[in-house]
């Protein structure tokens, strides 16, 4: 029978994701909330519930309960309404409703009402019907269904009007808390409809969650600033809507949304801190309420025999105690190796919400554990959580000894052995030699020689430092040969005195060490130091600049005089071609006419050169401008020069005919 | 033979230089025009190479475009002598002769322009 129970635990097991930590800052935040001073309706209303939530009450209720009646007076929207109505109702100062709101809640035009309003007005309706403070049929709401199923989008949430792209979450959980406010009202085939298909999206929305480092939320439109508003609203419609919620507890989503929220509680924020407090209430409340797994202490030391205790507490999310429950470690599993140390143990009670179980009564090694820890409430199925542990345990090193041998035929020329709390002797090395070290690390708690991750032997010197990992033997003991031209080479052949010091380090030992063994000179050949590595972070010379020299550049008297000298060959043109006699003779009629237009268009691109030269024109402009002068001067050339052939000719005609 | 060399260059009117000056009186006026600007393109460039000599090349790029216009200068105005010598059978007519040395001289001297600085 005995086996068959064991069996039967090991099956039937569900996983589970329960919160690792309760709310515990309960009585702060009721302190904080009491202490605000709200400035309006909607953060009266954000205290007041907020408190209600945290089963307490406002200090100042009259003062909320004048502003929630004079509200009410004024009915000027729908969102102020709600507000004041569940503030008023909350303090119990609530009246019948006035004609006004009675106006502004009973003729709603739905299809005119963004789903907020909606909420907003079927929530204070309802409300207030509750308390019978307002009548009213419920089926006078019922269009109100219609409307929101024209707001389904593609993917299954609701949007804020018709008019918008796409629904939202927050959005999706008003219409839901809606739907189940209208849910025992008579409805027409196609409102239950409605219902049927709000219902059936709830599943595909679920899967619509953003995980946290710590659980999931819910968040609309990536705005994390709204995830507190949407989650709640999105769950709280959910529940409401739907009869059957097992869903939440398969895919362990309150569980997750619990983790995220009591690890970051919103005290800052008076809005979050309401749907905050809205969502702690509703796990404590429903009727698988959350049960939190935690382990205070996760960290156990295998030398201490005592402290092997692990202590389990199981309680609801604000830390009191469940009862009729039953804590069992399903399986303890080694990180390392997948070996299961434990199996089907059921923990003892130690209070009413504290299990143990001693670990170290299997004497496991150092590492990682995963324990299944399974809880049964009365009779009910064991819900199964994972939880991680580390054991760690304290090691010690006997002693060390270090032999200096000859490198060439290994002769052992000098021997030292030290103890803990002591250091050898100092000596002398050099080039030739070759250390050899060789000690053993012995765990305390099962006296066992054990292996480190970090086994390492450090040169300290004046200005280099060189580590060397210890090998780990066969025999569970280190030992190294370090030749000394490899020690050299990390300490640059700096010849001169050096601190050795053995580090042992493990990230399951709780005493990890230095030990500083003691002093050695090592003497290395000069011509093998390396030269002082240049520190990059000292200051450099400063760069001076050497500007190119300026060319030699002769005297103004000598350059005027040439530029004199040049015009001299000009001079001397001049006054040759006056000597030889030039005539100038243009074409008659047009040709002249012609001839003056072609100097004319010479001119001008000369004057257009000298312009460019002068700094006036760019390239650019220049070549614009020869494309206008260019093809004038060649056409007015072209003619000129026809006129002048046709006289040159004509005259050698008539000098022919005569 | 020095002397026998004078006499012959210098002296009288079958001396070398008498005979060129007065053979170089009977080719055509222009010509001689011509010759007179290919004699003020060189000596321009001459002492425009004399002062580079003297005081250096700075700067070098105004050097050269002077020399050069110069040079191309006197390459242009021989190229017309050439085309003009009644003595040469060029198939081009004097005028347009002319009117590609104006051309030429334009594209030259927005090279110059272009380099003078």
Sequence with gaps: QIYFFIVCLSI?????????????????????????QPINIEEVFYVVQALDNLSSEPSSKSSHCDLATQTLNEASDLASIYHAVYVSETLGCAKNANQKVAGKLLNLKPELTSTEDLFYATAAAFKLKDKKHLSFTSSQFSPILSVLSDRVSVDGSVKDTADERSGTLYHSGLAFQIAALLKSSDLTQDQKFT???????????????TETEEGLMYIDNSDSRTAFRTTESFITGSFELLDDTDIFTEESILENVAEHILLNCPFSNLRDVYHFSKLINLMIKEKEPSIVVSLPNTTFSATDKSSGNIAVLVTDLLGNPISNVKVFLMKATSFADDSVVYSNQQLNSVSNKEFSFNFFTGKPSQGYYFLDIGVQVGGDT??????????????????????????????????????????????????????????????????????????TIRFSGRTTEGSFAIEF?????????????????????????????????????DNSFVWELGTVTFNFPPYLKVAEQENVYATRNEIEHTFRVPDKRPSETVSLGFSAGVLVPSVFLLISLLTIGISIKFPSGLGFIYSLLFLATIGGVFFTYSGFWFGHFNMFETLGKLLFVGPLSFLFGYLALKA??????????????? | FFLFFCQAVFMGEQGTISVFFSEYNNIP????IIDL?????????????????????????????????????FVLFASLRLQLNPGNSFRVSEERAFADFIFCNFVFHLAVFNFMG
Excluded: M
């Design chain 1, 382 to 455: 064991i819900k199964q959580t994972t939880r991680t542990i580390k054991v760690v345990t304290s090691v010690s090193v006997a002693s060390v000894s270090i032999d200096v041998l000859d490198s060439a035929d290994k002769e052992v020329t000098q021997s030292h052995n030290v103890v803990p709390g002591k250091k050898f002797g100092h000596f002398k090395t050099s080039y030739f030699y070759s250390l050899n070290l060789h000690f053993s690390v012995k765990d305390d708690a099962s006296k066992q020689l054990t292996r480190v991750q970090q086994a």
């Design chain 2, 29 to 32: 006026k222009k010509l001689r």
């Design chain 1, 473 to 509: 033997q066969e025999d569970s003991s280190y030992k190294s040969l370090l030749d000394v031209k490899e020690i050299g080479r990390d300490l640059w052949y700096i010849s001169g005195d050096y601190d050795v010091s053995l580090i042992i380090g493990d990230p399951f030992i």
């Design chain 1, 644 to 658: 002048k052939s046709n006289t040159r000719l004509a005259e050698h005609e008539k000098v022919k005919q005569e």
């Design chain 1, 12 to 36: 039937v097991g569900l996983s589970y994701g329960f919160p690792s930590s309760t709310f515990t800052q309960g009585n702060s935040l009721r302190n904080i909330l009491k202490e605000y």
């Design chain 1, 195 to 209: 219902l049927e298909i709000f219902e059936e999206n709830i599943e595909g929305l679920l899967e619509l969650y």
């Design chain 2, 37 to 73: 600007f290919l004699l003020w393109s060189f000596f321009t460039g001459v002492i425009q190479f004399v002062y580079v000599c003297l005081v250096g090349t700075f700067p070098f790029n105004s050097f050269l475009s002077g020399f050069i216009s110069c040079v191309g200068t």
